[in-house]
């Protein structure tokens, strides 16, 4: 299972991530799948019943191609502090993520959307998702850093969708694979999947610096620019500042 049908992204183009009445029903069918996964997911952390997911941060060999360069140099001008070590948050627990699912990804693609993920988080732009809008911005950085046109475009699919209820659950999807390793840092999800102990190291290497504080803030700010948005639907459906509060992260 999935993010419901139809909501990719020649569809966030096209409406600026605009989700008619059909939509918001069809992600309740996701939500469900959420709310009961939930309490097992938090029962698992409680009682120390944790997987063995993680990749070695000592030999692990981080993207280097010009595009990943460019997308580093990029996300660390663009991004404040506490969203770039976010981003690199997300790199690395999609990867974790990835290997427990048995999922083969293209790295160099899957970095560079994780770094330039959030691009617009902190900016909303009215009537248009900050998802869409960075995932345009980032496709066209992508095309201007030797990107050719399917790369551009699993780029700004990535951003662009990683926001929607359900993408999470299948990490082959462009998508899917940000928006696992960014829910796991924003509300814990699938943390049971994942080893202590190198949660805890990346944590040293890339700390949280307040990043639940700023995320809240800028989820409300995006949610009243965006009133049709998925950000919107998350918090009036999905309790979705509740699930911030309640990430399993010392802060």
Excluded at 78 to 86: D, I, K, M, Y
Excluded at 128 to 150: K, L
Excluded at 189 to 209: F, G, K, N, S
Aim: neutral net charge.
């Amino acid at each position: 299972m999935s993010a419901p049908r139809g909501m990719d992204w020649d569809w966030a183009t096209a409406t600026g991530g605009a989700l008619s009445a059909r939509q918001r029903r069809q992600l309740l069918s996701p939500l469900l799948r959420t709310v009961v996964a939930y309490p097992v997911e938090r029962l698992r952390l409680a009682t120390g019943r944790r997987g063995a997911g993680a990749v070695d941060l000592d030999t692990l060999r981080w993207p280097d191609s010009a595009l990943a360069r460019a997308a580093e140099d990029e996300a660390r001008d663009v991004l404040s502090p506490h969203v770039l070590q976010h981003s690199y948050r997300t790199y690395l627990f999609a990867l974790a993520l990835a290997a427990v699912d048995g999922v083969a990804v293209d790295e160099e693609l899957g970095y560079v959307s994780c770094l330039l993920h959030d691009l617009h988080l902190e900016h909303p732009t009215p009537g248009r998702c900050f998802a869409v809008v960075g995932g345009e911005r980032a496709a066209a950085f992508a095309t201007a850093h030797g990107a050719d046109a399917a790369q551009a475009r699993h780029v700004g699919a990535a951003v662009g969708g990683h926001i929607t209820m359900g993408a999470n659950d299948d990490l082959r999807d462009p998508a899917g694979f940000v928006s696992a390793g960014a829910i796991l840092d924003v509300a814990g999800v699938r943390m049971a999947d994942t080893d202590p102990e190198w949660i805890d190291a990346v944590l040293a290497r890339h700390p949280r610096l307040g990043f639940r504080r700023h995320l809240m803030a800028a989820w409300k700010a995006e949610a009243a620019a965006v009133p049709a948005g998925r950000a919107r639907w998350l918090n009036r459906y999905a309790g979705f500042p509740l699930l911030i509060r309640l990430a399993p992260f010392d802060e």
